[in-house]
């Protein structure tokens, strides 16, 4: 059974930043891909980042491009989502997630966090 447990949300102004973490248990946290899912109020869950297994490929989500960075720490167990200059449109919870590759699609990923709220005020 793989366990994600994210944390590193909370309230804070335009501009700030945050970094979230994600811890993985259960299997081999380096065969995994990693990928980080924001779902604002009334809106779907999309995507915002992806890191392969081997640290080698990341990807982004346009509009967060230049503000976040996604990485990962396979000694730790722990992927990180390092978010400056955040927006009040950044407000949303965000889920990592593990898939056997880096991909930007949900359903690419077989296992779930439970969330953690990122709230930015203007």
């Known amino acids: 059974q793989v366990q994600l447990v994210e944390s590193g949300g909370g309230l804070v102004q335009a501009g700030d930043s945050l970094r979230l973490s994600c811890v993985v248990s259960?299997?081999?946290?380096?065969?995994?891909?990693m990928g980080w899912f924001r779902q604002a109020p009334g809106k779907e869950r999309e995507f915002v980042s992806t890191?392969?297994?081997?640290?080698?490929?990341?990807d982004y989500a346009d509009s967060v491009k230049g503000r976040f960075t996604i990485s990962r720490d396979n000694a730790k167990n722990t992927v990180y989502l390092q978010m400056n200059s955040l927006k009040p449109e950044d407000t949303a919870v965000y889920y990592c997630?593990?898939?056997?590759?880096?991909?930007?699609?949900?359903?690419?990923?077989?296992?779930w966090g439970q969330g953690t709220q990122v709230t930015v005020s203007s």
């Open positions: 890191i392969s297994w081997s640290d080698s490929s990341t």
């Open positions: 997630a593990a898939g056997p590759f880096d991909s930007s699609y949900e359903a690419d990923y077989g296992y």
């Open positions: 259960g299997r081999t946290f380096s065969s995994y891909a």
